[in-house]
């Protein structure tokens, strides 16, 4: 189960980059609750553990970088 570490780590990281590519939709539009709950949301839909913050962060980046965009609401 996702842990609110590693959702703060994907925050963290979207502000640290929120100059390239889309990290800045991360940084602007979602918050570490919101970011959590699409981490267990994952991970039920996957059936996958994300056991390091760098897994986290990967599944965030795929959903920006690759065409899976999701827009501020």
Do not use: P
């Amino acid at each position: 189960m996702a842990k609110m570490a590693m959702a703060q780590a994907v925050l963290n990281h979207a502000q640290d980059f929120y100059d390239r590519g889309s990290w800045y939709v991360i940084a602007e539009c979602w918050d570490a609750l919101a970011i959590l709950e699409e981490l267990d949301q994952a991970e039920e839909r996957e059936a996958a553990v994300f056991d390091f913050d760098t897994a986290a962060i990967a599944h965030f980046s795929r959903m920006i970088h690759g065409g899976q965009r999701r827009r501020c609401w």
